[in-house]
Antibody
Framework: QVQLVQSGAEVKKPGASVKVSCKAS????????ISWVRQAPGQGLEWMGW????????NYAQKLQGRVTMTTDTSTSTAYMELRSLRSDDTAVYYC????????????????WGQGTLVTVSS | EIVLTQSPGTLSLSPGERATLSCRAS???????LAWYQQKPGQAPRLLIY???SRATGIPDRFSGSGSGTDFTLTISRLEPEDFAVYYC????????FGQGTRLEIK
């Protein structure tokens, strides 16, 4: 079955960087894009950006431009999200999610989602 | 930027009742590029509906989506105990944004 398994929880100090991984299985990795979505404690969902696992094209949310980088390693079917210059309001659960449509040139609906990675930013 | 406004913020109903959740967009959503997700506490969201009205694989037929343009609706025909959760709409036609969510709670 299609599955996305994320790396474990992280605790970071303000100003540091974090890199979260998302290992895919059960499908041809390069056929689908991956988005990253975060959820601050008790809050709603915020889309962070998207990467095509086929050609590495990216599309980042304007709010995070310059602080976020999304990459993939097709040899291990793993997607990565790095967020730099962390602030306390970056504390959230970070999810990866696969596109619902194969070979898309932009993000669409998401199915399935990873289990989430809690990133805590605290001094 | 297309802003999605979900209403009501909280909906209190009993099992067996019908639930109607609304998602209104600030601009027309192209090609009905709208999805709905269910999220339970401590879990990742789960896709229910895409393309405004297409049910995702494995989703019971008591869930249905409708609408176009700026007004979309998620209907749960007869609530089961496991349906009480938070529901989010998402548009993916122009960039990508989520609504703020509707909490469906047991009355």
């Amino acid at each position: 079955q299609v599955q996305l398994v994320q790396s474990g929880a992280e605790v970071k100090k303000p100003g540091a960087s974090v890199k979260v991984s998302c290992k895919a299985s059960g499908y041809t990795f390069t056929s689908y894009g991956i988005s990253w979505v975060r959820q601050a404690p008790g809050q709603g969902l915020e889309w962070m950006g998207w990467i095509s696992a086929y050609n590495g094209n990216t599309n980042y949310a304007q709010k995070l431009q310059g602080r976020v980088t999304m990459t993939t390693d097709t040899s291990t079917s793993t997607a990565y999200m790095e967020l730099r210059s962390l602030r306390s309001d970056d504390t959230a659960v970070y999810y990866c999610a696969r596109d619902g449509v194969a070979a898309a040139s932009k993000p669409n609906w998401f199915d399935p989602w990873g289990q989430g990675t809690l990133v805590t930013v605290s001094s | 930027e297309i802003v999605l406004t979900q209403s009501p913020g909280t909906l209190s109903l009993s099992p067996g009742e019908r639930a109607t959740l609304s998602c209104r967009a600030s601009q027309s959503v192209s090609s009905s590029y709208l999805a709905w997700y269910q999220q339970k506490p401590g879990q990742a969201p789960r896709l229910l509906i895409y393309g405004a009205s297409s049910r995702a694989t494995g989703i019971p037929d008591r869930f249905s989506g409708s609408g176009s343009g700026t007004d979309f609706t998620l209907t749960i025909s007869r609530l089961e105990p496991e349906d009480f959760a938070v529901y989010y709409c998402q548009q993916y036609g122009s960039s990508l944004f989520f609504g703020q969510g509707t909490r469906l709670e047991i009355k």
